[in-house]
C-alpha cells in the first residue's frame, strides 16, 4: 500500500481554517483534584465536547470538506469501533455525501445510533475493528466508494491535529502532552504541532496491555499484528497504520502501556473528577499518568479526553453493587 506524505504544520493551519465554520475549539479546563492526584499541574483538553463526542470529528470535517465532486457522488465508506465512524457520519451529513460505516457486531449502542441519526449507513460484520475493515475494504472495491482509511489519511491527522493548537496556544507552558492511542491519528498528529511549536514539549501515546499492536510496532519500528481484548474500543486495534507509525517513529517521545483494571479505575476518576461522561480509551491518559506519577510530578500535562461515548452498560458495570 503507498503511503502519503505525512502533513506538516501548514497543513494543520490550513486544516483549522476548513473546519472553524463548523467545530468550535474545545476546552482545556484544570482541575485541582486531579492535581492531587498526580503530584501534577493537570489540564484536560475535552474532545468528549465534540458535536460527536469526539475527537476524530475534526478529521471528518477536514477531509470531507476536500473530496472531489466524483467522489462526493460515489459516497464514501469507513470502518471504526464508533468515532471515526461518527466523525464521517457527521462530516457526511454536513456536506451531502452518502456515508457507509462498517462495525463488528457487538458494537457500541450509543455510537450505533449516533451514525444511524446522522444518515450514515451502519453495516455489522466481524468480532472486531479489524474484521469490519478488512469487509469495509472489499466494499470499496465493489462498488467504487472512497474509502476513508482510520489511520492513513494526512486529511484526517492534520485536522485531529488543531486540538493540540488549541493546547498549545491556550496553555504555552505545557510540558507534555499524554494521548490516548488507537490507530494513532490522534498522536500523530499530537508530534507534528508540538515538535514544530516547540520542539521540548514531550509528547507520549498510550495504549492498554490489552490492544497492544501499535505499542509493539513504534518498539519494533515495523507493523507488527497483535490481539486485542480490551473493554475500551476506542483502543481495540489489531494491526497498526503505516502513515501514523511513520510519524510517531520519528516523532513521539515515549509509549506507555497501562493494564486494563488502570483504565477502568482512571475512567472511574475522570467521571468523578471533572463531572463528564468519559468512555475508557478518553480515560487511557489520566490513566498513564496514574501510573508513573513521578515522571510527571510538578509539571504542566495537558491529558486528551479522546472521548465521552460511553454507552450505559459500560457506565454501570463501572461501579458495580452499586445502588441505583
Known sequence: MTVSPAPDLADVLAARLRIAP?????PLY???????LTGAQVRVKHENHQPVGAFKVRGGVNLVSQLTADERDRGVIAASTGNHGQSVAYAADLFGVRAVVCMPEQSNPVKVESMRALGAEVVFHGRDFDEAREHCEQEAARHGYRYIHSGNEPALI???????LEILEVWSDTDVIVVPVGGGSGAAGACVVAKAVRSSVEVIGVQSEAAPAAYRSWRAGALVADTTSTFAEGLATRTAFELPQQILGALLDDFVLVPEDALRAATRLMIEKTRNLVEPAGAAALAAVLSTPGRFADRNVAIVCSGGNISPGQLTALWPGEPA
Request: aromatic share 16%; hydrophobic share 35%.
Open 22 to 26: 463548523y467545530l468550535r475549539p474545545t
Open 30 to 36: 484544570r482541575y485541582p483534584a486531579l492535581d492531587a
Open 158 to 164: 492534520a485536522g485531529v491535529a488543531t486540538y493540540t
